[in-house]
């Protein structure tokens, strides 16, 4: 033991890291027993159709005449959070001559990805936000996202900056997102930002603008969530993970479900709360669903529809019409977590100029 310690206080840090898990990794199966676990993608089986499957007996969804579902409208609470920062960044402007700067990074030809950024940017236009955007070719590598990363960092215009999600998969997501600028990570995703979101006597400085949302329209409609059970569905960096940790900081008790869960339906039908962030149209069926549970669609999912203006047409996870017989509040998609999560970006956006100006 004395040896090795010796040994380990001459090595370079990252070798020790790599030393301490090789020696708990498990001989059989070729090492990879990992004692992190292994690790594999979360792939969702994609249901062969969206039409109604034969409901099971029991339990099964039953109209209640007596229950009528709220539909919680994101796109009108998203106008009065935009109305307010408007309003703050006309007095900012008027004060101090400065108006918040958001930078937003675009790697790739993805469809919904540049979609998003144009909602993001127009909605900058909207409440008097500057705004940029720096786009790169799919085949680019780390560093010259790296090197855009830290161009914004040192300019003082710029308050927040925002990497698109999901890069290319050659690129290295963890080294591009270290790189930003605390100050100015008004995604959320700096590790520094998520570790102090997953400790609760700690506060980070943004929270990622998804997670935010759900929580938004939740406390907005008046959901109880303190003592709660809560499921969520889909356990990404961007959505299913801070929304575990904001819930758990709202007392609720949390279930996450992953592709790899046994029985997802017998857990989700016990939830009051169900946040649906797995990317899988029609995923989530009404005998999925608790009888006046209240229900989060962050899935956005393009459909082919020739027919349509677009080419395509949108749609969440749950499939919406089966849950209205069951559900007490649901949000639609589109037109529901989307608008709120730009709107947080553009309050997150805000808060780091205020940061950076030190207003209150």
Request: net charge neutral.
């Amino acid at each position: 033991m004395r040896a090795l310690l010796s040994k380990l206080a001459w090595t370079p840090s990252s070798m020790v890291l790599r030393g301490a898990f090789s020696s708990n990794r498990a001989a059989k199966n070729g090492g990879k027993d990992d004692i992190l676990g292994p690790c594999l993608p979360d792939l969702w089986p994609t249901p062969s159709s969206l039409s109604p499957p034969p409901l099971p007996p029991s339990p099964s969804p039953i109209r209640d005449e007596e229950l009528t579902p709220t539909i919680i409208n994101g796109e009108l609470i998203a106008k009065e959070i935009r109305s307010s920062i408007a309003e703050e960044v006309r007095q900012m402007k008027q004060a101090i001559d400065k108006v918040p700067g958001l930078a937003v990074i675009l790697v790739g030809q993805r469809r919904d990805s540049q979609s998003y950024v144009r909602c993001k940017i127009k909605a900058c236009e909207e409440v008097g936000i500057s705004s940029r955007v720096a786009e790169f070719p799919v085949d680019c590598n780390d560093n010259e996202i790296v090197n855009a990363v830290s161009s914004f960092n040192e300019d003082p215009s710029v308050h927040g900056i925002l990497v698109q999600l999901p890069l290319p998969q050659h690129m290295n997501e963890e080294k591009i997102l270290s790189a930003l600028s605390l100050e100015k990570d008004v995604d959320g995703f700096h590790p520094l930002n998520v570790g102090n979101l997953a400790m609760r006597d700690r506060e980070p400085l943004f929270i990622p603008c998804s997670a935010r949302a759900c929580i938004e329209l939740l406390l907005r409609s008046n959901v109880k969530i303190m003592g709660k059970n809560a499921v969520i569905i889909g356990r990404s960096r961007v959505v299913g993970l801070p929304t575990s940790l904001l819930l758990q900081r709202h007392h609720a008790t949390v279930s996450i479900i992953h592709a790899f869960t046994e029985n997802p339906e017998d857990i989700t039908r016990e939830a009051d709360i169900v946040i649906s962030a797995a990317g899988v149209p029609g995923l989530v069926r009404g005998n999925w669903l608790k009888k006046g549970a209240v229900v989060i669609d962050v899935g956005t999912n393009a459909i082919e529809d020739r027919g349509s203006r677009h080419g395509y047409y949108l749609t969440g996870d749950v499939c919406y019409l089966e849950a209205l017989s069951v559900v007490s509040a649901i949000t639609p998609v589109p037109g529901g977590v989307g608008p709120v999560t730009i709107a947080m970006l553009l309050s997150n956006t805000l808060d780091a100029a205020k940061l950076a100006y030190r207003l209150s």
